[in-house]
Antibody, heavy 119, light 107 residues
Framework: DVQLVESGGGLIQPGGSLRLSCAAS????????MSWVRQAPGKGLECVSV???????YYADSVKGRFTISRDGSKNTLYLQMNSLTVDDTALYYC?????????????WGQGALVTVSS | EIVLTQSPATLSLSPGERATLSCRAS??????LAWYQQKPGQAPRLLIY???NRATGFPPRFSGSGSGTDFTLTISSLEPEDFAVYYC?????????FGQGTKVEIK
């Protein structure tokens, strides 16, 4: 069975850094595109970063230059390095995996890691 | 950036009624559109992929249609467990964007 388990969230001061991890099981992280999707309290969904099987990465304008997505095949884990955090980055961060057959749609989601940026 | 506009923001219906949700893209996304269902305290769950393909675990009362810029999610007869927030998402661009969501609430 496919499973995604996020970790690394917490309370951090503005300007600080945090690294989220997403441990995958049931598939190889490099076999399909994967993303980090965040949801601020009471708000909608925002795709902040994606990494494709070939290694190409893309970022939302709101995080470009501050966040870095990466993966480690040996650990079968996806990461999101978040620097220069602001209060606007406060959200539940989900990792998600693309659909194996279709083009559009995240087929699997983790349970989320809560990031709270506050002084 | 492709903007997805969902309407209405809130849909108040009774069980057994038909729900029609709209998602309009600011430019064509071909059929690269997905729909998700999200219930309180839960991660989103893929409902429809590639505009019209129902994901595993969802019954036939859910259907998706459309291509280009106009898409529709239809729930033919609402069951109590269908009251939730629904999001559309395009994957025509490398990053992809979500609509702002439609809440289907019990009238």
């Amino acid at each position: 069975d496919v499973q995604l388990v996020e970790s690394g969230g917490g309370l951090i001061q503005p300007g600080g850094s945090l690294r989220l991890s997403c441990a995958a099981s049931g598939f190889t992280v490099g076999s399909n595109y994967m993303s980090w999707v965040r949801q601020a309290p009471g708000k909608g969904l925002e795709c902040v970063s994606v990494i494709y099987s070939g290694g190409s990465t893309y970022y939302a304008d709101s995080v470009k230059g501050r966040f870095t997505i990466s993966r480690d095949g040996s650990k079968n884990t996806l990461y999101l390095q978040m620097n220069s955090l602001t209060v606007d980055d406060t959200a539940l961060y989900y990792c998600a995996r693309g659909h194996m057959v279709g083009t559009a749609g995240f087929e699997y989601w983790g349970q989320g890691a809560l990031v709270t940026v506050s002084s | 950036e492709i903007v997805l506009t969902q309407s209405p923001a809130t849909l108040s219906l009774s069980p057994g009624e038909r729900a029609t949700l709209s998602c309009r893209a600011s430019q064509s996304v071909s059929n690269y559109l997905a729909w998700y269902q999200q219930k309180p305290g839960q991660a989103p769950r893929l409902l429809i992929y590639d505009a019209s393909n129902r994901a595993t675990g969802f019954p036939p009362r859910f259907s998706g249609s459309g291509s280009g810029t106009d898409f529709t999610l239809t729930i033919s007869s609402l069951e109590p467990e269908d009251f939730a927030v629904y999001y559309c998402q395009q994957r025509y661009t490398w990053l992809g964007t979500f609509g702002q969501g439609t809440k289907v609430e019990i009238k």
